[in-house]
């Protein structure tokens, strides 16, 4: 015969898990809508990290902390010289940043943009070479034939994953490596300079070149700036911005109420090629003066910085992109007087990417607290 239990059943089943102090509970949920202002302060918390996390580096690298303002402000924005030298750098600059925005905002992620821009230089070259059209109509030619150039460039990794569903980032990374080549077997086979050893092009003739419309200001500062207004006005007022906001929130539903999808990502994504050439066009014409082998080095990652930064705002690019062209010039002089590697900068710029895309997670998520007792 059974016994009766002399002791309640929670001490013969074991003692019961502890109660924690706090039975709340913390959820991640996708947010609908956060305002602008807390967007810029997100924004703005994850860039101070990264520049913080920026000077850390230079300081253990050996810059002195009391210089780091001096070398990255002082000298750079209220040196004659240095400030030239950052318009000079700005140009391309702010172009390749342009030319990232306009592809990101179709959901197109456009990782060639250095091989858009050697095509861009080689179209520009060869109509120089070849003697394409007559002398007044021969810059004109140029910058058409470096947008044709990066167009068409863009157009091959677009149709892949139109056509066959191939992913953007791999196709267009990879082209670049096939432009670079092109570009090397070039500048030193038979387009090499025939009367130097070294592998570049010959040089451009004087109206070949974009003229200086000021002592230290080339054509090219406000021909980027004019394409900064006009891609502002094509994302923010025309017809084809309309339906890149929508493609942009959710291609699916864009289509299902009727919005041109495709046509929207095709003429987008050439457009940010063709700028991209046009970046190609500003450093052989305006800077280097001809096509030389390594022009197109960090342009492309810098593009992705500035279209990152920018929250992909044409107007804001150009502002991120005067910063970024700031942060070249500056690293330069790191390198005279301090003897800072150049990839240090380049190692700036990625820990101001990696932050500024980490802000993006939390724009879009939060943490919700609900009641709930312990499992």
């Known amino acids: 015969m059974l016994e009766p239990l002399s002791a309640p059943l929670s001490q013969v089943d074991g003692p019961r898990p502890r109660q924690p102090l706090f039975s709340r509970r913390y959820?991640?949920?996708?947010?609908?809508?956060?305002?602008?202002?807390?967007?810029?302060?997100?924004?703005?918390?994850?860039?101070?990290?990264?520049?913080?996390?920026?000077?850390?580096?230079?300081?253990?690298?050996?810059?002195?902390?009391?210089?780091l303002l001096n070398e990255f402000v002082v000298a750079t924005l209220f040196d004659a010289q240095s400030l030239q030298a950052t318009l000079f750098q700005a140009a391309p600059v702010i172009l390749v940043g342009l030319a990232g925005c306009l592809a990101f905002r179709a959901r197109f992620w456009n990782l060639g943009l250095e091989g858009q821009m050697i095509w861009g230089a080689l179209g520009a070259t060869a109509v120089s070479l070849f003697e394409v059209g007559p002398?007044?109509?021969?810059?004109?030619?140029?910058?058409?034939?470096?947008?044709?150039?990066?167009?068409?460039?863009?157009?091959?990794?677009?149709?892949?994953?139109?056509?066959?569903?191939?992913?953007?980032?791999?196709?267009?990374?990879?082209?670049?490596?096939?432009?670079?080549?092109?570009?090397?077997?070039?500048?030193?086979?038979?387009?090499?300079?025939?009367?130097?050893?070294?592998?570049?092009?010959?040089?451009?003739?004087?109206?070949?070149?974009?003229?200086?419309?000021?002592?230290?200001?080339?054509?090219?500062?406000?021909?980027?700036?004019?394409?900064?207004?006009?891609?502002?006005?094509?994302?923010?007022?025309?017809?084809?911005?309309l339906y890149l906001r929508f493609v942009d929130a959710n291609p699916r539903v864009a289509s299902a109420v009727g919005v041109p999808v495709r046509a929207t990502i095709l003429a987008t994504v050439l457009a940010s090629g063709a700028l991209a050439g046009l970046a190609g066009f500003v450093v052989a014409a305006g800077q280097e003066g001809r096509l030389t082998q390594s022009f197109y080095q960090g342009y492309g990652f810098s593009g992705i910085l500035i279209a990152f930064l920018a929250r992909n705002n044409p107007l804001a690019a150009a502002v991120v992109a005067f910063l970024v062209a700031t942060l070249f010039v500056a690293g330069r002089n790191l390198q005279v007087f301090y003897q800072i590697p150049f990839a240090m900068v380049q190692l700036i710029q990625a820990l101001i990417v990696i932050c500024v895309a980490s802000s993006d997670f939390f724009i879009r998520h939060r943490l919700r607290r609900s009641q709930g007792g312990a499992a």
């Open 135 to 241: 002398e007044a109509l021969r810059l004109p030619l140029m910058l058409v034939a470096a947008l044709l150039g990066g167009l068409l460039w863009a157009l091959a990794p677009l149709l892949l994953k139109l056509r066959l569903g191939v992913n953007e980032i791999i196709a267009s990374l990879m082209l670049n490596y096939i432009a670079a080549n092109f570009l090397l077997h070039l500048v030193f086979g038979p387009w090499k300079d025939p009367r130097d050893a070294f592998p570049y092009s010959p040089l451009f003739r004087p109206f070949e070149r974009l003229p200086e419309l000021l002592p230290g200001l080339s054509l090219a500062v406000p021909l980027a700036l004019l394409v900064a207004v006009l891609a502002w006005w094509f994302v923010a007022l025309s017809r084809a911005g």
């Open 27 to 67: 959820t991640l949920e996708i947010r609908q809508q956060l305002a602008w202002p807390w967007q810029a302060l997100i924004l703005g918390l994850a860039l101070l990290v990264g520049l913080g996390l920026s000077a850390a580096i230079l300081v253990l690298a050996g810059v002195p902390a009391g210089e």
